[in-house]
């Protein structure tokens, strides 16, 4: 039996790329969301938890809709010149990013709340800057919910099916991942690449999870 690896490694890059974004944007959104006065943060917290209740498929749907080349980020993004985003790679890491979102900032958010405003405004006091006060006080103390939020993000986005397959189809090295390759397998009732295919994806997810926990435990300890 021939196991199929495109979908596997195009899978590892698609998560990789959404967890560097999801970092990149997730982080200074969860300091606004932990440290913010504004009242919207109850409305933002909100926006970015739909994805937990959200059906993939209708968040899949409006993501098509607003990528699509009618849509308003679509079309947008064609006038400048650039690429079609919906049933590519770059629609997939968009969808990803949206879809990952919530796993990424609640974990985040959380580690920053846990943090003593008053280490903070010590630091302040002796002359750190924000990112000063950023590196050298707020990712230590946090870095529990780093190493979590970083985990789930890619794990998620690893495990992702209706999303990515209504953004992107399934074309073979662009958007066929591998929950979309274990679907065909099933549909075409090759049931034992569909098994083993699974199994890598049920023993990934379990690992990740362990991982986590043991990290969170260990720096729970420390921390004590």
Known sequence: MVIEWQPVLLTLRLAGVSTLVLLVLGTPLALWIAFGSSR???VVEAVVALPLVLPPTVLGFYLLVLLGPRGAIGEAWESLGGDRLVFS???LVLGSVVYSLPFVVQPLANAF???DRRVLEAAAT???RRWDRF???IV???RSGLITAATLGFAHTVGEFGVVLMLGGSIPGRTKVLS???????????????HWLSAGMLAFSFSVL???YLTTRRFDVVGA
Do not use: K
């Open 40 to 42: 919207l943060r109850v």
């Open 89 to 91: 790679f770059t629609g």
């Open 113 to 115: 709340r846990t943090i």
């Open 126 to 128: 002796l002359g750190a």
């Open 135 to 137: 590196a050298t006080v």
């Open 140 to 142: 230590p103390l946090s």
């Open 180 to 194: 979309i390759a274990i679907y065909e397998r099933v549909e075409a009732l090759d049931y034992a690449q569909a």
């Open 210 to 212: 362990l991982a986590v």
